[in-house]
């Protein structure tokens, strides 16, 4: 069994900063590609930031310059920092990862439960 667990969210001033973390427990033998989601109330879940084991990583447009992504592999945890924060960047945020479990030879996609951030003055 393994899950995912956010943190970090909250409420911020547009233009005010968040750190998000995600960590991953369980029986984990390998994590490839982890990735940042996000779903704004009345929107379909769109992905904000992805990275892969190695290191590369993709932002969806809206967020290019101002979000950072990046992992701690020897200790299974991946972070979002988010600067000069906008009203529009409201939503609940997800961490989502491919893990290779203990005793399984695929890797399992695993997403956490979510946590909010608030932009608003």
């Known amino acids: 069994q393994v899950q995912l667990v956010e943190s970090g969210g909250g409420l911020v001033q547009p233009g005010g900063s968040l750190r998000l973390s995600c960590a991953a427990s369980g029986s984990i033998v390998s994590i490839d590609t982890m990735a940042w989601y996000r779903q704004a109330p009345g929107k379909e879940r769109e992905l904000v930031a992805a990275?892969?084991?190695?290191?590369?990583?993709n932002y969806v447009d809206s967020v290019k310059d101002r979000f950072a992504i990046s992992r701690d592999n020897a200790n299974n945890r991946m972070y979002l920092q988010t600067d000069s924060l906008k009203p529009e960047d409201t939503a609940v945020y997800y961490c989502n990862a491919d893990i290779l479990v203990l005793g399984s030879t695929t890797y399992l996609e695993v997403w956490g439960q979510g946590t909010l951030v608030t932009v608003s003055s």
């Open positions: 990275i892969t084991l190695g290191g590369s990583t």
